[in-house]
């Protein structure tokens, strides 16, 4: 009997499996799906390698840089380019560079004169005591509209395929709900933090980067490090309490005992698991609602551009109203993304403002998007290459009034003691949250 059953080989449940056997813990993971890795997903389709979900990790945690140390990782880390630091947004049809700094904020032609000068006036906005608020009201209030519009909704539509009308900034972006609640400003804590960071310097500076051979590395070197503590093609049914343990029922029919459980599904999926425990827990999880998302990937020739794209990409504010949110420029970011002397470009669809988009196929798709790529990024005739990926429940929403779905959880896991929740739908969607609050998780427990 194994002491851990954890459920759910994405990226949260690799890193707690490997964390608990590393600090000793006798540890199951349970993957319904053929393979480990969940949502990250690489594919090389006739020279081209393909991310079907996340594209890029960003920044460094000490939780990951451990990780990539203890995997010995750090020989298979690809940097993006150095051009990859720009990014843009789309306004009035045009692609405008995005800020790389708070200063950068007035050679900026996204937002007009008059909204710059609206923008600095925020350390002055006096400071409001809501428990929560959505990201519009919130950027609207401190920054301005235009910010509101042209940098904030691009940003959350690109990122967490978000509406700022119903996300929380409390649970969305709780570094500035913070900074407001704490010091009185957006500005003037991001100040703090910045000088806190340059006396403190973290250990590495990393910026944008991938794998040599994709994302799909990271859960590829878990697995194999795991060996047999990871079990592919089982499927959890249900998880019920047995005195002081946790029977898990497997659909095949088996049953596994522990004496504790890491539930590390996406919350939809955890809800079903747990009707035998408490219908509370099932109707608080199954409130999470999860935007759509469908990534279409584009290959082209490099004598179909008239100028090759350089940089990150660029993201569309919803105000543009066009069918896509936002485009990544993924072989002129890395190299060996695309065969010699072609262009891939990865357009991200969908997302909770357009879900109906997130639904159609390639070919509706595409004709859909080229017409404004091929006038943004002067591109000539068809693609070579099309690939669709489309993710029914991509990404957890954290809109207004999360507050009482992290209660909830916290409040089942005292009632439960040895269940634990984890997953993307609490604590940061990114690759890197999951792992930063996968490995505090583990170390909590042993
Ligand atoms: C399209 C897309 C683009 C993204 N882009 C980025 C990006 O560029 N950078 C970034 O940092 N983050 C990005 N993210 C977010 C990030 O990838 C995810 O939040 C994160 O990978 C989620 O990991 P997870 O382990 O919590 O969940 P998941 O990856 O969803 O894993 C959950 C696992 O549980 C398994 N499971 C479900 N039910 C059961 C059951 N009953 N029994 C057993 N197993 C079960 C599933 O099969 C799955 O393998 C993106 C996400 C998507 C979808």
Known sequence: MPHTVIIGAGISGLTCAYQLMQLG?????????????????????????????????????????????????????????????????????????????????????????KAKLRAVREPFVAAMSQEDETIDSFFTRRFGSEVAQYLADPFVSGVYAGDKDMLSIRHTFPSLWKHEHERGSVIKGMLRGRKKRTTSPSRSRRGIYSFKRGLAELPQRLEKDLGARIACGA????????????????????????????????????????????TNVRDLLAQVRYAPIATLHLGFANSQFSKLPQGFGFLVPSREKKQFLGCIFSSSMFADRAPAGHTLLTVMIGGSTQPELARLDAEELSERVLPDLRRLLS??????????????????QYEIGYQVIIEGINEIEQAFPGLHLLGSYRGGVSVGDCIRNATELAQTLV
């Open 379 to 396: 591109i000539t005739g068809e693609p070579l290459f099309t690939h669709l990926h489309s993710w029914n429940r991509a990404i957890p």
């Open 25 to 113: 813990d006798d540890v199951l993971l349970l993957e319904a799906s053929n393979r480990a890795g969940g949502v990250i997903g690489t594919e090389r389709l006739y020279g081209y390698l393909l991310e079907t979900g996340p594209n890029t990790l960003r920044g460094s945690t000490a939780e990951l840089e451990d990780l990539l140390d203890s995997l010995r990782m750090n020989d298979r880390i690809v940097e993006a380019s150095a051009a990859s630091n720009t990014r843009s947004i789309l306004r009035d049809n045009v692609l405008r560079s995005l800020p790389r700094n708070p200063l950068e904020i007035f050679s900026t032609s996204i937002i007009s004169a």
């Open 235 to 278: 499927l959890v049914s249900s998880i019920t309490r047995m005195n002081d343990r946790y029977e898990i029922t497997l659909t095949a029919g088996s049953q596994i005992l522990a004496d504790r459980v890491i539930l590390a599904t996406p919350a939809y999926a955890c809800a079903p698991m747990l009707k035998g425990l408490a």
